[in-house]
């Protein structure tokens, strides 16, 4: 891949910014299995190398199986994940592929069977934050273990 654009350096106060936004989300109350799930399969639909690599050893390191982890992109075909794991994967990927049909009634009502609102505002906002960076990972071509 060519070399491009360092968002970090060429922008640093957006850079920081987002940043910013990524220490606000660590101190919600979702829980750090749905965050890395959110992280890892918006990544994996954003088809985002950087973010897949980092967010599934991220996971490993919070005690993550590698089973469920391979098998994240099946999650519909498996009962390995829980009700409430399988709304917050639902969410993830109707928010990431937003011009298909959006967050659906049925998933947000599905999803208040389980959470507050304040809980699903949280799972937006980083749904909405891990769309953000795989776009700027992808876009410039940030490669797997680049140090920032």
């Given amino acids: 891949m060519t070399t491009r654009v360092k968002i970090h350096a060429s922008q640093p106060a957006a850079w920081k910014a987002m940043y910013g936004l990524e220490q606000y989300l660590a101190t919600t109350s979702v829980?750090?299995?749905?965050?890395e799930f959110i992280k890892l399969r918006a990544s994996q639909i954003n088809h985002c190398a950087f973010c897949i690599d980092m967010h599934s050893k991220d996971a490993l390191k919070n005690g993550e199986t590698t089973q469920r982890l391979l098998l994240l992109d099946a999650w519909r075909e498996t009962d390995l994940f829980t009700e409430e794991e399988k709304v917050v994967?639902?969410?993830?990927e109707e928010i990431t592929l937003i011009s298909e049909k959006g967050l659906t009634e049925e998933t947000y009502q599905n999803a208040l069977k389980y959470f507050s609102?304040?809980?699903?505002?949280?799972?937006?906002?980083?749904?909405?934050?891990?769309?953000?960076?795989?776009?700027?990972?992808?876009?410039?071509?940030?490669?797997?273990?680049?140090?920032f």
């Fill in 117 to 147: 609102e304040d809980y699903i505002a949280q799972v937006i906002m980083i749904v909405v934050a891990i769309n953000a960076w795989n776009r700027i990972s992808v876009s410039t071509h940030i490669t797997v273990g680049e140090k």
């Fill in 89 to 92: 994967l639902a969410i993830t």
């Fill in 31 to 35: 829980s750090k299995t749905h965050k």
